[in-house]
Nanobody, 117 residues
Framework: QVQLVESGGGLVQTGGSLRLSCAASGIIFGSDSMGWYRQAPGNERELVASITNSGRTNYADSVKGRFTISRDKGKNTVDLQMVSLKPEDTAVYYC???????????WGKGTLVTVSS
């Protein structure tokens, strides 16, 4: 089993910055990818960014150039640095571990990011 705990959400003004952190406990395999998803009210959960153990990253088009994902393999943590935040970035952000060889997904409880206009 994998447990994920997010931190770093909060209220910020348009144009501001926030850094989200996620700590994973349990067994993380080298083939697992880690990432961040978000869900705004009335919307489906969507991928924000993901990173493989080798450092390959994938970003949603809406956050490219503004968000940066990073991963510390030794500590089993994944961070999301967010700059130039917009009101449309307001959502609950969820940390995710995707286990490629089983197709399993593990989720944190989420952290709320609110961007005021």
């Amino acid at each position: 089993q994998v447990q994920l705990v997010e931190s770093g959400g909060g209220l910020v003004q348009t144009g501001g910055s926030l850094r989200l952190s996620c700590a994973a406990s349990g067994i993380i395999f080298g083939s697992d990818s880690m990432g961040w998803y978000r869900q705004a009210p009335g919307n489906e959960r969507e991928l924000v960014a993901s990173i493989t153990n080798s450092g390959r990253t994938n970003y949603a088009d809406s956050v490219k150039g503004r968000f940066t994902i990073s991963r510390d393999k030794g500590k089993n943590t994944v961070d999301l640095q967010m700059v130039s935040l917009k009101p449309e970035d307001t959502a609950v952000y969820y940390c995710n571990v995707h286990r490629e060889f089983t197709g399993s997904d593990y989720w944190g409880k989420g952290t709320l990011v609110t961007v005021s206009s």
